[in-house]
């Protein structure tokens, strides 16, 4: 009678029988409380990690930037951002919903002509964003990318452009080396934590 129960209680989906088959991801990434403003740079396969640092963000205390790259449609139905972000061209406004929805802002790059999108790599878009802050802005930086390692190598020469510590993952297993910035805490190079 009890292993009827157990099989009925396993059946019906109750908390007690149900078994998992989806594993947490590990979180790769070090958020450094003196860099405020992350800046995330998510592409391809990485765009779901990059999602998940940013749900991490949502608190008032961070001020985080997340663009996305891809050269085939967006996993998502991409829209108008109701969010101006000082540094990003006029017409590129596409957004990911769910960030806006979360208050933060975002904007996507593709190469491939796809309405609203900056036209070329996230990194480009990423490039002229960072070139529009003054050395105030730029000290609260740390970038932090998701995705292919050409997204990897390209956010490293952007964290070594402008002196920025980054972080860099592809969603499997750490990529690379460190940066060359000044870690956050002051303790010397940031560790690229990949």
Same mark, same amino acid.
């Given at each position: ?31 450094? %409380?003196? *860099? ?7 592409? +391809?396969?990485?765009? /779901?990690?990059?999602?998940? !640092? &940013? ?49 933060? %802002?975002? *904007? ?7 309405? +609203?999108?900056?036209? /070329?790599?996230?990194?480009? !878009? &990423? ?60 303790? +010397? ?6």
């Amino acid at each position: 009678m009890r292993a009827k129960r157990s099989q009925k209680a396993a059946r019906s989906g109750s908390p007690s029988r149900r078994r998992s088959v989806v594993r947490q991801a590990p979180d790769p990434f070090v958020l450094h %409380p003196t *860099r405020p403003r992350p800046l995330l740079l998510g592409e +391809g396969a990485g765009i /779901g990690p990059t999602i998940a !640092l &940013a749900e991490r963000l949502r608190e008032p205390a961070w001020k985080p930037l997340v663009l996305l790259g891809s050269d085939d449609p967006f996993p998502f139905r991409a829209r108008p951002s109701d969010v101006i972000v000082a540094g990003i061209p006029t017409p590129t406004i596409a957004c990911m919903p769910l960030l806006e929805e979360w208050g933060i %802002p975002s *904007r996507l790059a593709s190469t491939s002509d796809l309405p +609203g999108c900056f036209e /070329g790599r996230v990194t480009e !878009l &990423a490039a002229t964003w960072l070139g529009s802050l003054g050395p105030t802005q730029l000290a609260e930086v740390e970038i932090f990318s998701c995705g292919p390692a050409q997204l990897s190598e390209a956010a490293g020469d952007l964290a070594r452009r402008y002196a920025l510590p980054w972080q860099s993952w592809d969603g499997v297993s750490p990529i690379g080396s460190t940066s060359e910035a000044t870690d956050p805490m002051g303790a +010397g190079p940031a560790p690229n934590r990949n």
